[in-house]
């Protein structure tokens, strides 16, 4: 029995991504097999590179968010130091100061 475009349709609609005859040539079925084989290793690397590339922005982040401790660290010391050692009469105005 054949697969008509109707039961094509229905089974797609199913979720069937192939349809083989019932009884399938020898050398189309090793072809099917090869590529499926083929697609599942590329599938396993692309998920494997995706884990690494995870890995590698996760610790990037983790060094970004380091740094901009430190830099806010630094600057809030800076501040303070800034505000404790400039004299008054060449410290910045703040913008409500009229000048």
């Known amino acids: 029995m054949k697969t008509n475009r109707r039961d094509a349709l229905s089974l797609a609609k ?3 991504t192939d349809f083989l005859p019932k009884r399938p040539q020898t050398l189309e079925m090793k072809v099917r097999l090869r590529n499926l084989i083929r ?4 599938v396993r690397k692309l998920n494997d590179r995706a884990d690494d590339l995870a890995g590698e922005v996760a610790a990037a982040t983790r060094k970004l968010q ?5 830099n806010s660290s630094c600057a809030s010391r800076l501040r303070s130091n800034i505000a404790t050692t400039t004299p008054a009469s060449i410290r910045c105005a703040s913008p409500n100061t009229a000048a």
């Open 39 to 42: 697609l599942g290793s590329a």
């Open 66 to 70: 380091e740094r901009a401790r430190r």
């Open 14 to 16: 199913a979720g069937a």
